[in-house]
């Protein structure tokens, strides 16, 4: 299992979003067209029905990638998902649950970002995680280092 942090580039146009936002892919770079992971029109399909989750714009490109791994969506962490905790451990509930359903209970190894503002520092951080499905919520660990006061 690898988690990784850093802080990172923001080229959207837009500065944050409240809600638990799939972004693009392609969110660092304002040199790239906007493309999304192949997952995130069916992660989003899946979780809207059980909680409140955005898209930030309906994708047009994707990157595909063949692998028996999951490659999830980039996923922006947004104020009130900060605020309100209960909602980042749904989030990583409701990827758990996805998988369980996509891949009939076996065991598959996860691949996603969560990107989040420090409102303090006023930087963009990232933290991705890549690893067995059943330990998800270890990133809560890393998440909690740049967000708990």
Same mark, same amino acid.
């Given at each position: 299992?690898?988690?990784?942090?850093? @802080?990172?580039?923001?080229?959207?146009? !837009?500065?944050?979003?409240?809600?638990?936002?799939?972004?693009?892919t392609?969110?660092?770079? +304002?040199? @790239?067209?906007?493309?999304? %992971?192949? $997952? +995130?029109?069916? =992660?989003?399909? =899946?979780a809207? @029905?059980?909680?409140?989750?955005?898209?930030?714009?309906?994708?047009? !490109?994707?990157?595909?990638?063949?692998?028996?791994?999951?490659?999830?969506? !980039?996923?922006?962490?947004?104020?009130? +998902?900060?605020?309100?905790?209960?909602?980042?451990?749904?989030?990583?509930?409701?990827?758990?649950?996805?998988?369980?359903?996509?891949?009939?209970? %076996?065991?598959?190894? +996860?691949?996603? @970002?969560?990107?989040?503002?420090?409102?303090?520092?006023?930087?963009? %951080?990232?933290?991705?995680?890549?690893?067995?499905?059943?330990?998800?919520? $270890?990133?809560?660990?890393?998440?909690?280092?740049?967000?708990?006061k």
């Amino acid at each position: 299992m690898e988690i990784i942090e850093k @802080e990172v580039n923001w080229n959207l146009p !837009v500065s944050d979003f409240e809600k638990i936002t799939i972004i693009p892919t392609s969110y660092a770079d +304002a040199s @790239e067209k906007e493309y999304y %992971n192949d $997952t +995130a029109s069916s =992660f989003y399909k =899946f979780a809207k @029905e059980k909680s409140d989750i955005e898209i930030y714009n309906q994708p047009e !490109v994707f990157l595909v990638q063949k692998s028996g791994d999951w490659f999830g969506p !980039v996923m922006y962490i947004g104020t009130l +998902a900060i605020e309100n905790y209960s909602t980042l451990i749904t989030l990583l509930d409701l990827i758990s649950e996805h998988l369980k359903t996509k891949y009939a209970g %076996n065991e598959v190894t +996860a691949k996603f @970002e969560m990107v989040f503002k420090d409102k303090k520092k006023g930087t963009y %951080n990232s933290i991705k995680y890549d690893g067995p499905s059943s330990e998800i919520k $270890t990133v809560l660990k890393s998440f909690d280092k740049h967000t708990k006061k």
